[in-house]
């Protein structure tokens, strides 16, 4: 058996290249570079790699990370600026003994140091969408921290393989050196071979508080199919931080586990995910949160999934 689950739309075309591998026996390793690094060359996807939108003081700090479900394995990089592909530094990091995750300009000159490609990711776009949310932020109140869709992924090779990783450039307008849950384990993912993985998306403050994506697994681990993990866990984080806090942010999770069996749910109403295993192919899904906090996935018509790239790609115009 073999299967990947990814979060948001963003994921297909890098999941559709990946899961033609797993199909041929690659590993889960590969499966999870390959996929990440498509969604991170694609300049058009504002929140992840090439393309991504810079912190309040425009640069494009990037966190991603890789973690190996049978030898638990961990990398990371958090706010790494100017390299191409941050999930592959977070994987060759994950090899080592020590020094598993680095920050700024560590990870910087440890990426250069190893020859990963260097590139300036801050694009044309990328300036425009920050001068117009700077312009915005003088006429209207807005929360400056809005536009996020980090792409978090699990995937199950034919071996039994499980691998999870994230990549993103967090929150639009962050902080400089600000880190969301993404490069965290636990939090942004985590993988276990025997048991399945899970990976999250929203807002990094929160996703935190409830290390989700440990939860999850830890849920599966006692029996949960991953549909009822991923709700049980969204559900109680939000829950208990709308009772302790009186709000919850973003929260949305995908997990697979080692069967292949998957399951994805969110307390938001545009949330995406893309999932393909040997029995059930490509599929782009929509999720609906109920009051009760089950959750209906939609199959995303053509017309919504050409929409989606429509609207990423359209002309901007500065304001
Ligand atoms: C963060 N969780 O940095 C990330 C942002 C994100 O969907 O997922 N967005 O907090």
Redesign the pocket.
């Known amino acids: 058996m073999w299967g990947m689950i990814a979060t948001w739309r963003m994921a297909l075309e890098g999941v559709q290249e990946a899961v033609q591998s797993l199909e041929q026996q690659a590993s889960s390793g590969d499966a999870i570079e390959v996929a990440i690094k498509a969604v991170e060359d694609f300049p058009y996807y504002k ?1 992840v790699g090439y393309g991504g939108l810079p912190n309040e003081v425009m640069e494009v700090e990037l ?1 991603a990370a890789y973690m190996d479900g049978t030898t638990l394995d961990f990398g990371a990089v958090c706010a790494i600026q100017d390299v191409a592909n941050p999930i592959s530094v977070a994987r060759q990091l994950s090899l080592q003994s020590v020094n598993n995750v680095l920050v700024g300009i560590g990870a910087q000159a440890y990426a250069q140091k190893q020859g990963f490609e260097q590139k300036n990711m801050l694009t044309d776009r990328a300036k425009i969408h920050y001068h117009n949310r700077v312009k915005d932020l003088q006429t209207e109140s807005l929360v400056p921290y809005a536009g ?3 792409v978090g992924m699990v995937s199950l090779d034919t071996t039994g393989k499980m691998v999870a990783g994230t990549s ?1 450039s ?2 639009f307008m962050k902080k400089r050196g600000r880190v ?3 490069p965290f384990i636990g939090s942004g993912l985590y993988v276990d071979s025997t048991v399945g993985g899970a990976t999250a ?4 403050e929160d ?1 935190m508080k409830g290390i989700i994506s440990y939860e999850i697994v830890r849920l599966m681990e006692q029996g949960m199919h991953p549909q009822q993990a991923c709700e049980i866990a969204v559900k109680n984080l939000s829950q208990k931080l709308i009772q302790r806090r009186g709000n919850a942010g973003d929260l949305s999770v995908v997990a697979m586990n080692h069967k292949g069996e998957w399951g994805a749910a969110t307390n938001i109403t545009n949330f995406s995910f893309v999932v393909a295993t040997e029995k059930e192919s490509l599929t782009v899904y929509r999720v609906h949160p109920q009051e009760d906090g089950t959750m209906i996935h939609e199959k995303a018509t053509q017309e919504w999934l050409d929409e989606y790239l429509r609207e990423r790609m359209k002309p901007l115009e500065v304001k």
Do not use: I, K
């Open positions: 929140s966190d996020h869709d980090t993103t967090g929150l969301g849950d993404s998306t929203g807002l990094g996703l």
